[in-house]
């Protein structure tokens, strides 16, 4: 009965999120979304969900399903990137097989012509993440997400922008101690214009990845000044309509769209985003599609 249950409450879930924020199961569904994004003139950059995998049979699959992603996009001429997670790559079992994966995937997407991110974890990844990243950061196909949220934050911009690396700036979607991150939604947010002050005078090429349309505009007004290789970035199914606007006066945009069968951790970080009822209403049932 208990089993049933939990399986009729799974299938609701996969079926109210899997047309909203994610995808569907399979790399078509993610390539389906792409393809209808890139039709209105943005572009994608796609994740296969799964975090803290700790079994090497779930992280071998999970390259294998990264190697046939790389395969379907370019096969399909569609403008996406792909993202991973360090933790869905190995480094839940260490650090040199993460390694060895990520460069695996960084080379394979090269050979494509793809762009590789490097989602940003939990705090106590960042270290490791950074390391990752320093690895093949010189490939010129890599980059990296760093959170607003984390103090240390400013540091590792300053170094990844001196060292040519390229970063997509988010807020941050863990919950943190008030030791390593800013408490308040206005610190977070204040911080994140203080790095992205930052990145408009030290980086060529960076990502402004937020739904804050404040923060938006500005990053658009200094790039009048500035004239620097940005692009705006969404999460799939929380402001679409916005994401295809933007393309539409000309912007450069891509929308964030994870797809496969592990929905959970997802969305529940989308779910405490969107806070109140209204927002997850708005989320859940308002017309997102493009
Ligand atoms: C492209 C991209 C990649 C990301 N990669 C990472 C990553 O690797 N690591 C990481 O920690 N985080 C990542 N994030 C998530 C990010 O850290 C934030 O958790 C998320 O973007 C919400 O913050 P915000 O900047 O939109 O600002 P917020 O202040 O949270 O939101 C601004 C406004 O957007 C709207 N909004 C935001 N979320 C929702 C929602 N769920 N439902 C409805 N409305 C909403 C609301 O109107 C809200 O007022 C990524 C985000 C994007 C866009």
Known sequence: MQEKKAALLSRFGERVFAGRWIAGPYI???IAVASRFNGNGVGAIIN?????????KDISDTMSTYSSLIGSISAGHADAHISVKPTQIG???SYPYAKKNYLKLVKAAKSKGLFIWLDMEESDKVDDTIRLY?????SG????CIQSYLRRSERDVARIALEGGVIRLVKGAYTEPEEVAYATRKEVTQNYYRLMQLLF?????????????AII???????????????LAMLNGIRNLDAVSLAREGHSVRVYIPFGPSWFKYSTR?????????LIARSLFSRQRI
């Open 201 to 213: 005078k030290n980086s060529h090429k960076f990502m402004i990845a937020t739904h804050d349309m």
């Open 134 to 138: 320093r690895s093949a950061s010189k």
């Open 91 to 93: 480094l839940g079992i």
């Open 141 to 144: 196909n890599a980059g990296i």
């Open 270 to 278: 989308r779910l405490r985003e969107a806070g109140h009822a209204s």
């Open 217 to 231: 505009k500005k990053a658009i007004a200094l790039n009048r000044k500035y004239k620097r290789e940005m692009e």
């Open 48 to 56: 296969y969900l799964g975090e803290a995998l700790s079994e090497r």
């Open 28 to 30: 078509s569904d993610a």
